[in-house]
C-alpha cells in the first residue's frame, strides 16, 4: 500500500546548506533501503521517491504550492525509477 512521508528540514540556517545535506541523504537512504530488501525474502521491496524543494516565499506563497513542487519532483523520481527498471527501451528520449 503506498504512503507519502514529508520531512521538512529546517537546519542549518542557510537554505543552500539544508538543501545539500538532504540531496547527500538521499542515496545513503537508497542504499539502506536496498540492504533492507537484500537482507530476507519478504515477499515485497520498499521503494521510494524523493521530491527535494527549497522553500522560496515568491515560488511558494502557501504551503500548498511548497507541497504541489514536492509532489511534482517526488512524481517525476518515480517515473525515472520505473523506467529505469524496465529497461532501455523504455526510457524516454
Known amino acids: 500500500m503506498p504512503?507519502?512521508?514529508?520531512?521538512?528540514?529546517r537546519?542549518?540556517?542557510?537554505?543552500?546548506?539544508?538543501?545539500?545535506?538532504?540531496?547527500?541523504?538521499?542515496?545513503?537512504?537508497?542504499t539502506a533501503v536496498e540492504a533492507w530488501n537484500a537482507a530476507k525474502d519478504r515477499g515485497y521491496n520498499l521503494a521510494f521517491s524523493h521530491g527535494i524543494v527549497?522553500?522560496?516565499?515568491?515560488?511558494h506563497p502557501s504551503i500548498e504550492q511548497?507541497?504541489?513542487e514536492g509532489d511534482?519532483?517526488?512524481?517525476?523520481?518515480?517515473l525515472g525509477r520505473r523506467?529505469?527498471?524496465?529497461?532501455p527501451e523504455m526510457a524516454t528520449p
Open 66 to 68: 511548497l507541497l504541489a
Open 3 to 9: 504512503s507519502a512521508v514529508v520531512v521538512i528540514l
Open 54 to 59: 527549497s522553500y522560496d516565499p515568491v515560488r
Open 11 to 30: 537546519l542549518p540556517p542557510r537554505p543552500v546548506m539544508a538543501l545539500t545535506i538532504a540531496r547527500d541523504s538521499r542515496p545513503k537512504f537508497a
Open 72 to 78: 511534482a519532483l517526488m512524481y517525476r523520481s518515480k
Open 83 to 87: 523506467a529505469k527498471a524496465a529497461g
